[in-house]
């Protein structure tokens, strides 16, 4: 079983910049597709960020240009550095892991394992 653990979350100023990370321990091969999504109140949980097991990453075209996400296969983690945040990047933000090693999407629902989240809250 697969165990994620999100940090880094906080409250910041618009334009500010955060780095959000994810320790996976358990069953997990480092070349699995692992992923960064958000939920806002009211809103679907959406993907961010993704980067398969030959290290080649997918964007939303929300955050193409200020997210970058990468991983530390040496210690099973997984990052987001975030710049440039906005006011609608507030929500919570959860890692997710999937068992190919392509990214088939950005579609939630192909995920398999879930952290708990962390809260970012960007104010104007």
């Known amino acids: 079983q697969v165990q994620l653990v999100e940090s880094g979350g906080d409250s910041v100023q618009a334009g500010g910049s955060l780095r959000l990370s994810c320790a996976a321990s358990g069953y997990l091969s480092s070349s699995h597709c692992m992923g960064w999504f958000r939920q806002a109140p009211g809103k679907e949980r959406e993907g961010v960020a993704l980067?398969?097991?030959?290290?080649?990453?997918t964007y939303a075209d929300s955050v193409k240009g200020r997210f970058t996400v990468s991983r530390d296969k040496a210690k099973n983690t997984l990052n987001l550095q975030i710049n440039s945040l906005k006011p609608e990047d507030t929500a919570m933000y959860y890692c997710a892991t999937a068992l190919d090693v392509r990214c088939l999407g950005l579609q939630p629902d192909i995920f398999d394992s879930w952290g708990q989240g962390t809260q970012v809250t960007v104010s104007s």
């Open positions: 980067i398969d097991g030959f290290e080649r990453t």
